[in-house]
């Protein structure tokens, strides 16, 4: 039996919406909220679009471990007036963007939702939605 469910997704936009909000501030970690039981979102991040009005992207791994197979059809993003979610697909011999179906989830399964491949768009984001400044310098993603 399959079940489609996007609520969880909610947890994952606003997590990433809410560690955007503070400007040169650590976001305190959000709490979830309408997750579902063996799902587990890790390295959630929104990336705001370079010019303004155009889609933000949601980037996320997702992880789960429940007893039973479901599918996610759908996303929501807390600051966005609406989400989808997109991959990447070759039609006509090129590759495009475009909505993804449901992505079936069992025991075990893990899903990257990462540049290139499976992400969430969240389109019209209220002003609400701001940039923060990473406090650790790109110097130190590097080192060994």
């Known amino acids: 039996m399959t ?5 969880f997704l909610r947890a994952v936009a606003l997590a990433a919406c ?9 976001a305190p970690a959000p ?7 063996g799902i ?4 959630a991040r929104l990336v705001l ?3 303004s009005g155009n889609p933000a992207a949601v980037y996320f791994n997702l992880s789960y471990d429940g007893d039973r197979g479901i599918a996610v ?16 697909m070759e039609y006509d011999f090129k590759m495009t963007m475009a909505e993804a179906g449901p992505v079936p989830l069992t025991n ?3 899903v990257a939702f990462e540049p290139g491949a499976k992400h969430v768009m969240a389109f ?3 002003d609400s939605v701001q940039a923060r400044r990473h406090r650790r310098s790109y110097a130190q993603d590097f080192r060994r």
């Not at 079940?3 to 609520?7: C, I, V």
């Open 124 to 126: 019209e984001l209220d």
């Open 73 to 88: 059809s759908g996303a929501e993003v807390a600051g966005a007036k609406s989400a989808t979610v997109h991959d990447m």
């Open 108 to 110: 075990g399964t893990e």
């Open 3 to 7: 079940q489609t469910s996007s609520g």
């Open 18 to 26: 809410l560690s955007m909000a503070a400007c040169g501030e650590e």
């Open 49 to 51: 679009p370079p010019v």
């Open 31 to 37: 709490e979830p909220v309408d997750t579902i039981e």
């Open 40 to 43: 587990t979102i890790t390295d």
